[in-house]
């Protein structure tokens, strides 16, 4: 019995090989100031988890979340592309 199987290799390139199109920069780039809060947050509380917070180290955790907050909000606040166009 012959197998039958693919001897060449395939065409298109696999999903994961390719690279981000111009279109998925542009989301993380407008993303990028949330994902750098989060990335402070997570800091902040892998410092702690070791040790007992201080009141220093809770006065930054509650900063830190407060900057994500902030960041998550003007995101969702900021108006969608071309809406602007349209009034």
Known sequence: MRHI???QVLVTAHLS???PTAAELDAIE???PVIAAELE???MQIAT???T???LDERR???ARRRVLAARRA???RPEAGMGDAA
């Open 49 to 51: 988890l070791d040790r």
């Open 5 to 7: 199987g693919a001897l």
């Open 30 to 32: 407008i993303e990028m």
């Open 75 to 77: 995101l969702s606040n």
């Open 61 to 63: 955790l509650r900063r």
């Open 41 to 43: 947050l997570l800091d």
């Open 17 to 19: 090989d390719r690279e």
């Open 53 to 55: 917070p201080s009141v």
